[in-house]
């Protein structure tokens, strides 16, 4: 069951780099409409793209997944994209985290380790 471990492990780094990624797009881009320069600022954003990129492996991985381990075993895995996640704003956003943040990163990871024996 710890291959599955792994797996999810690649399949949240994924899905929390779409995010980053996404995140970045978003700060660059002009602010919603319906205009040719909003959707052509889109469209040109190369961090927008990669975030495409990044959630597109992320699912395909994640079909994957699904389709060769229990869903019960599998499903649960997906919360270590909250642990990606914040240390990804810690990293890239300069986010502090407060210590309550960092217990439930550790519940999560004991959690994910219980689940996969």
Known sequence: MWRVV???VIQSTLLAGGQVFLK???QKMLPF???RQFWGSLLL???FACSGLFFGSSSILWMYIVKHYPLSVAYPMISLSYVFG???AILFFHESVSVLKWCGVILIIVG???IAK
Request: with cysteine.
């Open 6 to 8: 792994l797996l999810s």
């Open 24 to 26: 970045f797009a978003l």
């Open 33 to 35: 409409g319906w205009t």
């Open 45 to 47: 954003n190369w961090q």
């Open 86 to 88: 914040l240390l990804a």
């Open 112 to 114: 994910c380790c219980m």
